[in-house]
């Protein structure tokens, strides 16, 4: 056998045995755990009329077996995504005893529409939304609902809304961001209920503007947005995940072959159950109450909080 086939069969075997780890860790990222809270939890599919309208309120309910009334979340999922692609997570969330409604958006983003706009009506529907629950017009299930204690989260264009929500709704008693680019009165104004938002820490592999960036209300350059919206919101907590990858809270992370998850294989980004795990770790204690030193306790060193 010759030197240099002695070579490639050397390297081939070298590949076969690191695909063959590849592939063990990418089912290990993969496994879908249980929710990790004390509380079972179902999930149903609702509508209900939407008042002075023939249109019709869709949303999915995560209701955990908890006695009495239970804190509401409403969660906004991110740009073309529906509440159930989340259902992993949401299911966690609602596991430690919050009644979660995902509400299903309109939002297929037409030509030339601005996200600010976008995130707008959204914000403005997530108080439909509890108008409706409020008034004993939604379903009877979410008649387990806690009004006195409501809060919102929400994905990507989500967690824009939600902001939004909170700026112009008082009855939600904290928000919280995953991920998401603030848009609209909140980026200059700020909130003033708690507010809490997760972002990815930037890499060599963003993208960034050709000198100093620039604020536009449409186009967020470097965090402009996000910093102004801290500034301006003297309950609001930031914390900054190392190696967040966005997709990661909705199920999507959870599926998908070699090339999909490769990143997470080979340690370049967290897992989706990892990324899970931050999220229903922080959301269930904020929404508890907990202040900035209170979690700053996480058992998470990706995650940097200020």
Known sequence: MTRSRRIALAVAWILVVLAAVLDWRIAHISDVSKPSGKFTVSHEHVSWPREKSDARIEADVWTPAADGKIPLLLFSPGLGQEPSAYSVMLADIASHGYLIVGVAHDTALQNGEQFTRIAGNIGRELSVVLDSISAAVAPSLLGAADL?????????????????????????????????????????????????????KFTIFDSKPDGPPEFTPDNDQLRIHEDSMMAHSPNAIRLTVDGLRHMNFSDKGFRGGFVAQFPEAVGLRISAPRTVEIATWYITRFFAGETREQLRQAPFGEVEIR
């Open 148 to 200: 006195t204690r409501v809060g919102a989260f929400g994905h990507s264009l989500g967690g824009a809304a939600v902001a939004v929500a909170l700026y112009n709704d008082p009855r939600f008693k904290a928000g919280a961001d995953l991920d998401g680019t603030v848009f609209g009165e909140p980026v200059t104004l700020g909130v003033r209920q708690p507010f809490l938002l997760m972002l990815a």
